[in-house]
């Protein structure tokens, strides 16, 4: 299909480890957006680029935390030292325009990867 | 403060009751909002948006939201639920005050329907 495509849809780990999680969006969507969902909560903001550039990094909770998105297509989002409550689905989206302007606002989700930190 | 609130974490109604599920948001600035579903196991998906044209909005799957800006809301209806409807219902912003063009989610109400 040619949704958003989200790998690995499950990773464990062990605390302290390094992780990568990776996102393809739709093809010739130029923004491209990356949100934690905790269990039983609403997905959280990570950071939001613009093709190549990180727009908006604010949502990142600290800089264990980094992505890159170096081609203006696919995305990666790394995380160093993992802890256990870095825990979570990690959602990645994709949109049309970026949202710069006044844009629709709609977004493409991905399915998510489970990260579980023991 | 949160710029996005949705009230009741569940809601279980009937097959063929209506289906009412609340959200109010909390900005100087009338913003763009937003409704997504969430199926098990699978991504979010939009439902319906407003972005500042018609105050009622009519979405997929017979769903409708009505935009009230002397209330601050965004409530999400359905006259008739289907037992496909049982999901998660997010209701989101765009904050059109602020520099941030992401959306900001609400924490979610699950919908069960009972048969």
């Known amino acids: 299909g040619a949704g958003v495509s989200q790998t690995p849809s499950n990773k464990v780990t062990e605390k302290g480890k390094y992780v990568e999680l990776r996102c393809d969006p739709i093809?010739?969507?130029?923004?491209l957006y990356w949100y934690r969902q905790s269990l039983g909560q609403g997905p959280e903001f990570l950071i939001y680029f613009q093709g190549t550039g990180a727009a908006d990094d604010s949502g990142l909770p600290n800089d264990r935390f980094f992505a890159v998105r170096p081609e203006g297509s696919v995305s990666t989002l790394k995380i160093q030292r993992t802890e256990r409550g870095d825990s979570a689905v990690y959602l990645c989206?994709?949109?049309?325009?970026?949202?710069?302007?006044?844009?629709?606002?709609?977004?493409?989700f991905g399915e998510g990867s489970r990260l579980t930190v023991l | 403060a949160q710029s996005v609130t949705q009230l009741g974490s569940h809601v279980s109604v009937s097959e063929g009751a209506l289906v009412l599920l609340r959200c109010n948001y909390s900005?100087?600035?009338?913003?763009?909002l937003f409704w997504y579903v969430q199926y098990p196991n699978q991504g979010l998906q939009l439902l319906l948006k407003y972005t500042s044209a018609a105050t009622l909005v009519k979405g997929i799957n017979g769903f409708e939201a009505e935009f009230k800006k002397s209330e601050t809301s965004f409530h999400l209806t359905k006259p008739s639920a289907h037992m496909s409807d049982a999901a998660e219902y997010f209701c989101a912003v765009m904050l059109l005050d602020t520099g941030r063009r992401a959306l900001t989610f609400g924490s979610g109400t699950r919908l069960q329907v009972q048969p």
């Open positions: 989206a994709s949109s049309t325009n970026g949202l710069a302007g006044v844009g629709t606002g709609e977004l493409f």
């Open positions: 093809s010739g969507h130029t923004a």
């Open positions: 900005s100087s600035v009338p913003p763009y």
